[in-house]
């Protein structure tokens, strides 16, 4: 288990209250979160459901200081309502203490896997060589030791995916958030994905908010919250099970 010291706000990693989120909509606005409240712990895997639209993406958008919500808080970490800091500082706060990993990969075509890596590791301060070691470590732990050198272009969808995932956990993030992290994958790339996200939570301690249409992820889930049109109308603890198996599509 971890031993991770946690911040002021105790087992929460993240505390939100009563976000909403509008857009606007030809004359008028939609409001696509409808004072939404969410938390996640510290060492769980937070499952986040729900169909297309529902605001899922647009919920760890304003969980994690990308888009500013027009009502709410953000607890997060040490720090009380995250959007009452300045944009930079927000920036900040992500770079330290969050890691991403989207659908589409987002790695940059140019750099090789470990460059891809250690790119983030620099911005955060480590020295040039410091951070060569930490992400061929990162990159190793996903089973990527031997793809060091390859580009994207050269890389399987399955290996872009770990690419952004030791990216992501090269910093050793205190809040990972996946969005859709394997809709792009067949079910055994899909399932090393979900693994390495419930070890990330379970060995890290880190807070995983992971955003899904997959049932079948939530067998490796400690909680599954479930949203529609933007209220969240269910959220059951669980135990999850590790060893699961993800059956082919
Ligand atoms: N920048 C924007 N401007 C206007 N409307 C937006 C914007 N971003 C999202 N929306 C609308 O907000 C709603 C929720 O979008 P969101 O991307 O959060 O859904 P989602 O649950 O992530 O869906 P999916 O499962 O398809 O990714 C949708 O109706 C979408 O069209
Ligand atoms: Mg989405």
Do not use: Y
């Amino acid at each position: 288990m971890h031993t991770r010291v946690h911040g002021k706000h105790g087992d929460f990693a993240i505390e939100a209250k009563g976000l909403v989120k509008r857009f606007k909509s030809g004359r008028g606005f939609v409001e696509v979160l409808k004072g939404v409240d969410f938390d996640a712990r510290h060492g769980d895997l937070t499952m986040v459901m729900g169909p297309s639209g529902s605001g899922k993406s647009t919920l760890i958008a304003a969980l994690s200081g990308l888009l500013r919500p027009e009502e709410g808080r953000v607890d997060a970490l040490d720090v009380d309502n995250l959007w009452k800091l300045s944009g930079g500082k927000i920036d900040r706060f992500r770079l330290d203490n969050c890691g991403f990993i989207f659908q589409g990969f987002n790695l940059f075509p140019s750099l090789t896997a470990l460059q891809q890596v250690e790119t983030v590791l620099k911005f955060q301060g480590l020295t040039a060589g410091q951070a060569k070691k930490r992400a061929a470590l990162a990159l190793e732990e996903v089973g990527l030791g031997h793809r060091l050198h390859q580009r994207p272009a050269a890389l399987s969808g399955g290996e872009k995916q770990r690419v952004a995932i030791a990216r992501a956990l090269a910093k050793d993030p205190k809040i990972l958030f996946a969005d859709e992290p394997t809709s792009a994958l067949d079910g055994e790339n899909g399932q090393i994905v979900i693994r390495l996200l419930r070890r990330a939570a379970t060995e890290h301690g880190a807070a995983v908010i992971c955003v899904t249409h997959d049932p079948r992820l939530e067998a490796w889930a400690d909680r599954v919250i479930h949203i529609e049109d933007g209220v969240i109308i269910d959220d059951q603890r669980r135990t999850p099970n590790p060893d699961a198996v993800l059956a082919s599509h």
